[in-house]
Nanobody, 121 residues
């Protein structure tokens, strides 16, 4: 499974962005997809995950109510809508795929390159 994240950019606090994670492979719907982020000088942290059917979703407490994860299996794409952005959301955002629905990064076997999100105050 190959993943390609896009949609990052520079936005003011309170603004919105939509990140996309496009994948290849006919078995895309078999994989859970997670979003993780890493800010400069900080450890990678879990953001959100969605199971293969799109019916089970989990968010990190820090983004719950502001971010929305969704997927379109017909388009082999997972989305992360980022609303009410804060400077603390500044990070490189990575998407990853796993055969197991999890918030644990070590369970994810396939990773895409990141897309950078910068939120100015």
């Amino acid at each position: 499974v190959q993943l390609q994240a896009s949609g990052g950019g520079l936005v003011q606090a309170g603004g919105s962005l939509r990140l996309s994670c496009a994948t290849s492979g006919r078995t895309f719907s078999s994989y859970a997809v997670g979003w993780f982020r890493q800010a400069p000088g900080k450890e990678r942290e879990f953001v959100a995950s969605i199971d293969g059917s799109g019916t089970t979703i989990v968010y990190a407490t820090s983004v719950k109510g502001r971010f929305t994860i969704s997927r379109d299996n017909a388009k082999n794409t997972v989305y992360l809508q980022l609303n009410s952005l804060k400077p603390d959301d500044t990070a490189v955002y990575h998407c990853a795929a796993s055969g197991i629905f999890s918030r644990d990064a070590v369970k994810y076997d396939f990773w895409g390159q990141g897309t950078e999100v910068t939120v100015s105050s």
